[in-house]
């Protein structure tokens, strides 16, 4: 079964990533960070754990996510101002990368940008 989260509003998809990052990360607390239209440094989720530092999400509303947008997405928080101080950077997409050699691309462009 499939969600269809490219149907979700900006804020719908915000408030996913929030409960993923409690429910299936176990994080203590998770909330948006900034404001729309303000500059995050990549940043739309913070997350806290109990042991362990933080972690950051970016939730992107994208039809289509390649090796280069993950990419971007990485230098994007790590040439930023690093909020949090974060070890642990995750990117959530609504593009449907299932069917498409993608998912492999992404896995060896996200290796290589460690």
Known sequence: MLLHTQELSWEALEHL?????VQVDC???AR?????????DGVDIVAYFALGPAAVYQAKM????????????VLTYANG????????LVIMTTAYVRD????????LKSSAVQ
């Open 81 to 88: 101002g690093r909020p949090f101080r974060a070890r642990r």
């Open 32 to 40: 948006p960070f900034g404001r729309k239209g303000q500059a995050q």
């Open 62 to 73: 994208y039809e289509r996510f390649a090796a280069s947008d993950l990419r971007k997405a």
């Open 17 to 21: 990533v929030i409960a993923l990052a």
């Open 100 to 107: 498409t050699p993608t998912p492999s691309q992404l896995a």
């Open 27 to 29: 994080a203590v607390e």
